[in-house]
């Protein structure tokens, strides 16, 4: 069986194992992961919150991502199509 490596190049036995050392859930990696997380993002970030990515950026709130692309809520629309919520 294959070894699983973490951002960090330390290796575990499973996914299982790897998730325990970061405190997060396999469920939550896997899902951040298919949204397009980093595997860094998918296993620091609190499992508890959700998160904007936008240009490479990670975004607490929406409120955040706004301010950083100059928008108002109102106007999310115009960069809806290139934000995931991880």
Same mark, same amino acid.
Request: charged residues 30%; contains cysteine.
């Given at each position: 069986? @294959? !070894? $699983?490596?973490?951002?960090? #190049? /330390?290796?575990? &036995?499973?996914?299982? &194992?790897?998730? =325990? @050392?970061?405190?997060? *859930?396999?469920?939550?990696?896997?899902?951040?992961?298919? %949204? #397009?997380? *980093?595997? %860094?993002?998918?296993?620091?970030?609190?499992?508890? !919150?959700?998160?904007?990515?936008? /240009?490479?950026? $990670?975004?607490? *709130?929406? *409120? #955040?991502?706004? =301010?950083? =692309? #100059?928008? /108002?809520?109102? @106007?999310?629309?115009? $960069?809806? &199509?290139?934000?995931?919520?991880?």
């Amino acid at each position: 069986m @294959e !070894k $699983i490596t973490d951002h960090l #190049g /330390n290796t575990y &036995d499973t996914l299982k &194992d790897m998730c =325990a @050392e970061y405190g997060v *859930s396999v469920n939550c990696y896997t899902k951040r992961m298919q %949204r #397009g997380a *980093s595997k %860094r993002d998918a296993l620091t970030m609190p499992c508890d !919150k959700h998160y904007y990515k936008y /240009n490479g950026h $990670i975004f607490l *709130s929406k *409120s #955040g991502l706004l =301010a950083y =692309a #100059g928008l /108002n809520e109102g @106007e999310f629309y115009k $960069i809806a &199509d290139k934000v995931k919520k991880i």
